[in-house]
């Protein structure tokens, strides 16, 4: 998955590889029930996997307006640490 959101090219595996981790979240879920019941141990891998399957199905426009969101908030934060 890592591959693909970096080049955006699709492969075979792509599909695969996005089903296999979409089911291994739903494992989770199914288990844990809530983010929160999630053992803080396997917090980390269980959030990298919800971000890397979100960041695989956004649209490039998607992760341009957030990108620039971030960016927008990142020198918005910047002024306002500056005025105090």
Request: zero cysteines; aromatic letters at 8%; glycine letters at 4%.
């Amino acid at each position: 998955m890592t591959d693909y959101i970096r080049t955006r090219e699709f492969t075979p595996n792509t599909l695969l590889a996005l089903r296999q981790l979409v089911n291994g979240i739903g494992d989770e879920i199914s288990i844990f029930k809530l983010l929160k019941n999630v053992p803080q141990d396997r917090i980390r891998n269980f959030r990298n996997d919800m971000y890397l399957s979100q960041r695989s199905v956004a649209t490039d426009a998607e992760i341009r307006t957030a990108t620039d969101f971030r960016g927008r908030l990142g020198r918005f934060e910047e002024l306002q640490e500056a005025r105090r």
